[in-house]
């Protein structure tokens, strides 16, 4: 029993992690159906920043606002830089901008910083919080709540603000949102700004956790990526259930099965989702786009 | 006349001096992984050399001659690693290959060396490069078996017989594993539980929980490099386990003690060079100079503390260095090769090396350290 809790405290620590990433995805999805592979590049750089202005000597909370609004920074500057200069290429072509922008900003991020490993405390110190015999660590917490938060933000933004409905408006028909009197650029450069900040409030949250160097957006990527397919691409509710859902795959993998088969096991759930459900858990209906 | 002739001469004599000196370089090569997934290893391996080879040449070379370094960064690539070899020895006409950060690009770089006759040292781990022994191929790395007859020893020293592998999935990690795996029967130890790990995963307590469930596991041994032994660690210590932990060499460093934490990290052991306690080590340690010195001019020059992994290339350049001194024919790749293999008793940062036609390795398990993290710092357990 205290081994299935823990495997659970496990997969939703890991879990949470992915759904925060797989969040960042959501808003730029929404506004341009540009799946944005730079995202986990963003994590990284929440990440990064906060270690090197904390090394400066910045406080903690400080050093995190700082690196969250640079990130923004840089995620507005590649909206203006990379994508808008791209703005009639079909969506398949951005995607490979963003491809092309996260392999830039890995290149710079170890130019500028270095290749090593960082981490910066934790914020709420190490000790293990017991649970029925079974451990989990406060950073871990943080993360889930920084998860929640961010979903629940997303939820009021996208359903009852008039800013979360012209970025859908944007997405549906760009045209028709210029017709109504959207300004669909603006909308763009809010949505990667929004994005890239929510991309690194999860760096700060997780680097206590994961660590964080110049290639770790990779990995988190792929993984945010895989579980905002399973949840529904573009829907909040689904990037934080299929997060949570994709961790906790892997942790009963782990703990139960063997851990050699923890990311096909998770993965194989996920084709057998999507082979059922091509739109993801939550995803929408509509049918037009391809 | 006569007194001409011997102006002529002279002019002559010192015009042959002149060219000679222009011309008397000794052009080394070299290919490491200074950027890319490797770029831990190979980043203080390129600063080590370039370090190296510019202070040799203030001091006046090797005999008199300057050496010409010629050096490519590879980015962990097999493919560039081969044709940077390439044109190592076509287009640069070097007469020795240090480098191959990596065991794959080592393989690369190996097979252009053996065909082309050019001495290479290694700076990658695995065994599978020095055996069978290879005419032109050295290295300077441990190989991971004898970490584990390193970890194996001490735990049997312990009294720990039955033990629990968490492993990560990296070429390392795996490399390692496998070798621990095949040496543990020799040295009484049973392996009852082999999880492994993802080299990005965040969370490895399913894994150890399994661990820590399985009936009679007297310690746990974690081969891997790159954040996933630091969270292994972290994990060890949220989890409370009561047994002790063992981590690999490819942790060896200051720096995994920040990413562990030393609360976390505190008590655990692992096989480390002597680099690792430079500031410990006895005055009368054979190691104490090269160390010293080492550590001292790096900190100097790139404000930036020495790994384990320069310490290979800074090894392999004193191998290739000692060479060249006794070779006296700073020309001739086979005279190099040959004298390289009569390298004896060279001692370098990561051990003592004596390289013999069957042994191309030439270290000891006596180059590892036992090393015990105790208050955020390294401790020498013998």
């Known amino acids: 029993m205290d081994a299935l809790l823990q495997f659970l405290f496990s997969g939703l620590t890991v879990g949470a992690v992915y759904a925060l990433v797989a969040l960042g995805f959501t808003i730029i999805y929404n506004a341009s159906d540009v799946v944005n592979f730079a995202q986990g590049e963003f994590v990284m750089l929440g990440g990064m920043?906060?270690?090197?202005?904390?090394?400066?000597?910045?406080?903690?909370?400080?050093?995190?606002?700082?690196?969250i609004l640079v990130t923004s920074a840089i995620g507005v500057a590649l909206n203006k830089l990379a994508i808008e200069p791209a703005r009639g290429a079909p969506v398949v072509s951005l995607i490979i901008i963003?491809?092309?922008?996260?392999?830039?900003?890995?290149?710079?991020?170890?130019?500028?910083?270095?290749?090593?490993?960082?981490?910066?405390?934790?914020?709420?110190?190490?000790?293990?919080i017991h649970v029925l015999g079974a451990t989990i660590l406060p950073q871990s917490l943080w993360v889930?709540?920084?998860?929640?938060?961010?979903?629940?933000?997303?939820?009021?933004?996208?359903?009852?603000?008039?800013?979360?409905?012209?970025?859908?408006?944007?997405?549906?028909?760009r045209v028709a949102a210029q017709l109504v009197g959207i300004n669909t650029g603006w909308v763009m450069t809010l949505s990667?700004?929004?994005?890239?900040?929510?991309?690194?409030?999860?760096?700060?949250?997780?680097?206590?956790?994961?660590?964080?160097?110049?290639?770790?957006?990779?990995?988190?990527?792929?993984?945010?990526?895989?579980?905002?397919?399973?949840?529904?691409?573009?829907?909040?509710?689904?990037?934080?259930?299929?997060?949570?859902?994709?961790?906790?795959?892997e942790a009963l993998t782990a703990g139960y099965l063997s851990s050699q088969y923890k990311e096909a096991v998770a993965f194989i759930v996920i084709l057998a989702v999507l082979f059922v459900m091509p739109q993801g858990l939550f995803g929408s209906k509509s049918t037009e786009r391809v | 006349m006569m007194s001409k002739t011997t102006t002529a001469l002279a002019t002559l004599a010192a015009l042959g001096a002149l060219t000679g000196a222009a011309q008397a370089e000794i052009r080394l090569g070299v290919s490491v992984s200074a950027t890319g997934p490797a770029a831990f290893l190979g980043d203080p391996e390129a600063k080590t050399i370039e370090m190296l080879v510019e202070q040799l040449n203030e001091e006046g070379g090797i005999n008199g001659e300057e050496i010409a370094l010629t050096l490519y960064d590879d980015g962990g690539d097999p493919n560039k690693?081969?044709?940077?070899?390439?044109?190592?020895?076509?287009?640069?006409?070097?007469?020795?290959?240090?480098?191959?950060?990596?065991?794959?690009?080592t393989m690369s770089i190996l097979s252009v060396a053996?065909?082309?006759?050019?001495?290479?040292?290694?700076?990658?781990?695995?065994?599978?490069?020095?055996?069978?022994?290879?005419?032109?191929?050295?290295?300077?790395?441990?190989?991971?078996?004898?970490?584990?007859?390193?970890?194996?020893?001490?735990?049997?020293?312990?009294?720990?017989?039955?033990?629990?592998?968490?492993?990560?999935?990296?070429?390392?990690?795996?490399?390692?594993?496998?070798?621990?795996?095949?040496?543990?029967g020799d040295h009484g130890i049973e392996i009852l539980a082999d999880e492994t790990y993802g080299p990005q995963d965040a969370d490895m307590t399913p894994q150890l929980t399994r661990i820590r469930n399985t009936d009679g596991v007297q310690a746990v041994l974690n081969p891997g490099f790159g954040q996933g032994p630091a969270i292994v660690t972290r994990n060890v210590a949220q989890l409370g386990f009561e047994i002790p932990l063992y981590q690999s060499h490819g942790v060896a460093s200051d720096a995994f003690i920040d990413l562990a934490g030393a609360e976390a990290a505190e008590g655990l052991r692992l096989p480390g060079t002597a680099l690792l306690i430079a500031d410990k080590l006895a005055e009368d340690d054979a190691q104490y100079e090269v160390v010293t010195s080492y550590t001292e001019a790096y900190k100097a020059k790139y404000d930036q503390d020495v790994s384990t992994f320069g310490g290979y290339a800074h090894d392999a350049f004193a191998l290739i260095v000692d060479a060249i001194t006794r070779a006296g024919d700073s020309e001739d790749p086979q005279a190099i090769r040959d004298a390289l293999e009569e390298t004896s008793g060279l001692v370098g940062?990561?051990?003592?090396?004596?390289?013999?036609?069957?042994?191309?390795?030439?270290?000891?398990?006596?180059?590892?350290?036992?090393?015990?993290?105790?208050?955020?710092?390294?401790?020498?357990?013998?």
């Not at chain 1, 920043?49 to 690196?67: C, D, E, K, R, W």
């Not at chain 2, 690693?81 to 690009?105: M, P, Q, W």
């Not at chain 2, 700076?123 to 050295?138: C, H, W, Y």
């Open chain 1, 98 to 128: 963003t491809i092309g922008a996260s392999i830039v900003i890995r290149g710079a991020t170890q130019l500028i910083f270095d290749k090593q490993l960082h981490r910066f405390p934790s914020f709420s110190g190490d000790d293990p």
């Open chain 1, 49 to 67: 920043i906060t270690v090197f202005t904390y090394q400066a000597g910045l406080p903690l909370p400080l050093a995190a606002v700082v690196a």
């Open chain 2, 114 to 184: 053996e065909d082309e006759g050019i001495p290479f040292i290694s700076l990658a781990g695995a065994i599978s490069i020095i055996d069978p022994v290879r005419e032109f191929v050295f290295k300077t790395p441990h190989t991971d078996r004898m970490a584990c007859e390193k970890i194996f020893t001490d735990m049997q020293a312990q009294g720990i017989t039955k033990i629990g592998m968490i492993s990560g999935t990296d070429g390392f990690g795996a490399s390692m594993q496998a070798q621990c795996k095949e040496v543990a």
């Open chain 2, 81 to 105: 690693a081969r044709t940077f070899a390439t044109r190592l020895v076509e287009d640069d006409e070097v007469v020795a290959i240090l480098g191959g950060s990596t065991t794959g690009t």
């Open chain 1, 144 to 173: 889930i709540g920084g998860a929640l938060a961010v979903f629940v933000g997303l939820w009021i933004f996208f359903t009852r603000t008039l800013t979360g409905k012209a970025v859908l408006a944007t997405a549906n028909n």
């Open chain 2, 349 to 382: 940062t990561t051990g003592t090396y004596s390289f013999s036609p069957e042994d191309h390795l030439g270290l000891d398990l006596s180059a590892f350290r036992m090393l015990e993290i105790k208050d955020g710092d390294w401790l020498p357990v013998e």
């Open chain 1, 192 to 249: 990667f700004g929004l994005s890239a900040a929510i991309g690194a409030f999860a760096g700060v949250l997780v680097t206590p956790i994961t660590l964080v160097g110049y290639d770790v957006g990779v990995a988190l990527a792929l993984k945010g990526f895989a579980a905002a397919m399973l949840g529904g691409m573009g829907n909040p509710k689904g990037a934080l259930v299929g997060g949570l859902l994709l961790g906790c795959f």
